[in-house]
């Protein structure tokens, strides 16, 4: 039973940055990929960024040029570098992981808060 924990969210004005970092319970290796979804209040969940396990990446066209994705396999987390922040990009942001073998996300963390508000 692989467990996810966020980190990092909270409070930051219109064109500041932040960083989310997603720690694994388990090994890194036992996914074949990670990323970070969004979901915002009345709106559907989004999946902002993803990394395979070959360090192959892509990002929602809303976040490309602003956010980055990483992982560190020693420390067993992945980390989302957001950028130019905007007021849209308020929403509780989740890590996830998709198991090897697996099609779909099927693990994920509880959510942290970003807030971006002047």
């Known amino acids: 039973q692989v467990q996810l924990v966020e980190s990092g969210g909270g409070l930051v004005q219109p064109g500041g940055s932040l960083r989310l970092s997603c720690a694994s319970s388990?090994?890194?290796?036992?996914?074949?990929?990670m990323g970070w979804y969004r979901q915002a209040p009345g709106k559907e969940r989004e999946l902002v960024a993803a990394i395979t396990s070959g360090g192959g990446t892509n990002y929602a066209d809303s976040v490309k040029g602003r956010f980055s994705i990483f992982k560190d396999n020693v420390r067993r987390t992945v980390s989302l570098q957001m950028n130019s922040l905007k007021p849209e990009d308020t929403a509780v942001y989740s890590c996830?992981?998709?198991?090897?073998?697996?099609?779909?996300?099927?693990?994920w963390g509880q959510g942290t808060q970003v807030t971006v508000s002047s």
């Open positions: 996830a992981a998709r198991d090897l073998s697996a099609s779909m996300f099927n693990s």
């Open positions: 388990g090994s890194i290796f036992s996914f074949n990929a």
